[in-house]
């Protein structure tokens, strides 16, 4: 994969930032990480908060994972551009500022992940803790239209279907198959594309 990309890194990746981090660094990559929320948006979650407050809690729960991986030598943006290098979008103040999507839990980082590479017309690398996406169980290796899916929110496939953001969702605890893939290699992953 040559050129730049928005690489979502899941929240529930916490604990595999590191290698991921070295990954991208060791072959110089321009990569924007779009932090996901993890355990901090899952205690938004938790309180059973929703409209616009838990909207916004859950993008601050992005911005504080932003920061723990900023804690790894990444560079921090806080504004839309194409990465020259390794750099994490703390997207608080972007989104406050452009508000594009919808404050519901349908949307999450996956989303606003995927709005990113949109307005960037960059590809998108959506890392997870699964192997791809699966729908009725079954893993997707090409999706072209919405299938059902609890692997990513409802939103997302459809805003990525209709934005035409060339998208590969792949795990994440997985650094040589996403290395692999970095490198046009055929590994196990779903790709959304056209």
């Known amino acids: ?13 916490m604990d595999a930032v590191d290698p991921l981090i070295g990954l991208f660094k060791k072959r110089h990559l321009a990569v924007l990480i779009v932090p996901g929320g993890g355990r901090f948006a899952r205690q938004v979650r938790e309180t059973g908060i929703s409209g616009d407050a838990a909207h916004w809690m859950a993008i601050a729960a992005m911005e504080q994972m932003g920061w723990f991986i900023a804690s790894r030598e990444v560079s921090t943006v806080t504004s839309l551009r194409v990465p020259r290098r390794v750099e994490v979008l703390l997207p608080y103040t972007l989104l406050r500022t452009t508000d594009p999507l919808p404050h519901s839990w349908d949307v999450t980082s996956d989303t606003i992940s995927a709005w990113i590479a949109s ?17 009725g169980g079954i893993h997707q290796n090409l999706i072209t239209q919405e299938v059902p899916t ?42 959304i594309g056209f």
């Open 1 to 13: 994969m040559n050129g730049p990309i928005v690489v979502k890194i899941g929240g529930s990746l």
């Open 119 to 135: 307005s960037l017309s960059l590809p998108l690398i959506l890392l997870k803790s699964v192997d791809g996406i699966r729908s």
């Open 150 to 191: 609890e692997d990513v929110d409802p939103c997302f496939l459809r805003y990525v279907i209709a934005s035409r953001v060339k998208t590969i969702v792949v795990n994440g605890r997985k650094p040589r198959r996403l290395g692999n893939l970095l490198d046009g290699r055929k590994v196990l992953c779903t790709t």
